[in-house]
Nanobody
Framework: QVQLVESGGGLVQAGGSRRLSCAAS????????MGWYRQVPGKQRELVAA???????YYTDAVKGRFTISRDNAKNTMYLQMNSLKPEDTAVYYC???????????????????WGQGTQVTVSS
């Protein structure tokens, strides 16, 4: 049974930092690309960052220079370090996994193999 479990969400003030984690089980982690998406009520999930199994990264423009995606294949865990947080970063953050990096980059959501349950990040102004 595949499980992706996010943690690290919570309430943070604008300008602050937060680190999200995504612990994976039931998959061969090192063979999967991983990603972080986020969703606010009434809107579609949007890609935040992605990382290949070799560590090549992608960031959406809105988070470039502020967020860092990384992975530790020995721990089957992916991270999202979020700095200089803004109120517009408030969302539910989801991690996902797929053997095809392109699926994570381009979606749609339905083609991505595995999703976590999400973790709420709230940035207060």
């Amino acid at each position: 049974q595949v499980q992706l479990v996010e943690s690290g969400g919570g309430l943070v003030q604008a300008g602050g930092s937060r680190r999200l984690s995504c612990a994976a089980s039931g998959i061969i982690f090192r063979t999967h690309a991983m990603g972080w998406y986020r969703q606010v009520p009434g809107k579609q999930r949007e890609l935040v960052a992605a990382i290949t199994n070799f560590g090549i990264t992608y960031y959406t423009d809105a988070v470039k220079g502020r967020f860092t995606i990384s992975r530790d294949n020995a721990k089957n865990t992916m991270y999202l370090q979020m700095n200089s947080l803004k109120p517009e970063d408030t969302a539910v953050y989801y991690c996902n996994a797929d053997r095809a990096y392109g699926n994570i980059l381009k979606g749609p959501e339905s083609v991505i193999d595995y999703w976590g349950q999400g973790t709420q990040v709230t940035v207060s102004s």
